[in-house]
């Protein structure tokens, strides 16, 4: 008898668009996302999108991305003379 794993499936992939400079690229996952905001590429008045939206929304505006923001620090103070 063939006995089945009853392994859960695995989690939904986050995958947002993005507007760049008036173009659709993407979509991205989490990790790109990350990299994009390191990068400064992605920002959070950066407009994105993903299945299920209603329309495109600022990226700082998206509770399932608050996190992309939050981890990165701000800019480092000036040298002192």
Do not use: R
Request: aromatic letters at 8%; hydrophobic letters at 30%.
């Amino acid at each position: 008898m063939n006995q089945q794993q009853n392994t859960p499936p695995p989690p939904p992939q986050i995958q947002y668009s993005v507007s760049v400079n008036g173009q659709t690229a993407g979509p991205f996952n989490w990790q790109q996302l990350q990299q994009m905001v390191q990068n400064g590429q992605l920002t959070k008045n950066t407009h994105v999108w993903k299945q299920g939206m209603a329309g495109w929304e600022v990226a700082g505006n998206v509770q399932e991305l608050a996190n992309l923001f939050g981890a990165v620090p701000p800019p480092p103070p000036p040298p002192m003379p």
